[in-house]
Structure formats: C-alpha cells, structure tokens
C-alpha cells in the first residue's frame, strides 16, 4: 500500500470515527469539555505520521518535520480534516523536494 493510500485511509478511519461519534454520543460537558477544547488536531496528526514512518527513518525524516510543520500551521482553523491533508500534503512535498 502507498503512504499516500494508507494515509488517506487513516484520515477516513478518524474523520469518520469523530463525526459519528458527534452525531451518536452527547456533547461533553464540564472538565472533559474543556481537555478536549485545548488539545490541537495536529497532535493527533503528528502522533499518527509518527506511527506512519518505517523505523530506520527515525523522527529525523526531513519529509516527516515538514509534513508536522504544515500540521502545526494548520490549527489556525481547528479543522482535524484539514490538517491531515496539509500533514499529507507537507509530507509529500517534503519527500519530493528534500
């Protein structure tokens, strides 16, 4: 499978999982609430492409820093789609490029 295929396959898995969990489970109130309103899509983000890159790689991929750096500019629009795609994004024009 192809990092992107797989990466799209992820971004599918968690897009979904959130919106069902949205429309099926109520809205989180009180201290949860407020967890859950600070932590950043693209931790998640980073966590998973963290996951993605074969070992020998390490965290020192030039490809994955710029692909976690994209992530990160990302959350000005608090959107987890859409930080997966600019994570995906940066990853493949860091691959191309560096």
Not at 12 to 37: D, H
């Amino acid at each position: 499978m192809s990092d992107v295929a797989l990466v799209a396959t992820v971004a599918a898995v968690t897009v979904g999982s959130r919106v069902a969990a949205t429309a099926l489970l109520p809205a989180p109130r009180g201290r949860l609430a407020e967890l859950i309103g600070r932590l950043p899509a693209p931790l998640f983000a980073a966590m998973a492409a963290l996951s993605l890159v074969r070992s020998e790689s390490g965290s020192s991929d030039p490809a994955l820093l710029v692909a976690i750096g994209c992530a990160l500019v990302s959350t000005w629009w608090r959107s987890l789609l859409l930080t997966v795609v600019a994570g995906l994004a940066g990853y493949l024009l860091g691959d191309l490029l560096l």
